[in-house]
């Protein structure tokens, strides 16, 4: 299975909103809801920002949102802060319970 | 509290073998799956396999199915990842996860701290 489709880099000013997009195809994004995002800092271990496309776990800020439509799944992280700056992969179950990552997004906070 | 604890930092010589082991404490361990994903230095996360603790069933990538072997221990709470055949481009940290809720679970809200296997000669 290859990897779903990620920008390789993103950048935005302090308050600013980005959207980061996660492109797959119909037997992984577009054919379920089960699309979640990963931030990961340098030399840390990710950790859960959305999960089932649009759900936040507790204690990750409302300003993360994502969304998705057909074969494309969106992250938007909005009113954008310094800490913000990180790696950020999408992830979606695709046939017979497997699990894909995408290439990861390098979000720069300028 | 909710962890995942995992064993050391391995090295291992090419065409060996690595066994990395995860240990379960603070929730139901038989109730969620322990997924393994691997980044290599400087590359995404990729996904490896999962096993299903309450019942041992397991599901590999394609990727990994020839050298790659997940059991669990449910008296120890401690799920275990092995992979064979070592090449150099295996040399990677090895993240044991807990998978989302109904297992397999297809999103990963603990991961271990992380388990450095490097493969030189």
């Known amino acids: 299975q290859s990897a779903l489709t990620q920008p390789h880099s993103v950048s935005g000013s302090p308050g600013q909103s980005v959207t980061i997009s996660c492109t797959g195809t119909?037997?992984?994004?577009?054919?379920?809801?089960?699309v979640s995002w990963y931030q990961q800092h340098p030399g840390k271990a990710p950790k859960l920002i959305i999960f089932d496309v649009s759900q936040r776990p507790s204690g990750v800020p409302d300003r993360f949102s994502g969304s998705k439509s057909g074969d494309t799944a969106s992250l938007t992280i909005s009113g954008l802060q310094a800490e913000d700056e990180a790696d950020y992969y999408c992830c979606s179950e695709a046939d017979r319970y497997i699990v894909i990552f995408g290439g990861g997004t390098k979000l720069t906070v300028l | 509290q909710v962890h995942l604890v995992q064993s050391g930092a391995e090295v291992r010589k090419p065409g060996a073998s690595v066994k990395v082991s995860c240990k379960a404490s603070g929730y139901s361990f038989t109730n969620h799956a322990i997924h393994w994903v691997r980044q290599a230095p400087g590359q995404r996360l990729e996904w490896m396999g999962w096993?299903?603790?309450?019942?041992?069933?397991?599901k590999y990538s394609q990727k990994f199915q020839d050298r790659v072997t997940i059991t669990r221990d449910t008296s120890a709470n401690t799920a275990y990842m092995e992979l064979s055949g070592l090449r150099s481009e295996d040399s990677a940290v090895y993240y044991c996860?807990?998978?989302?809720?109904?297992?397999?679970?297809?999103?990963?809200?603990?991961w271990g701290q992380g388990s450095l296997v490097t493969v030189s000669s």
């Open positions: 096993i299903i603790t309450g019942n041992g069933n397991t």
């Open positions: 996860v807990k998978g989302g809720a109904p297992p397999p679970g297809n999103w990963f809200d603990l």
């Open positions: 119909s037997s992984d994004v577009g054919g379920y809801n089960y």
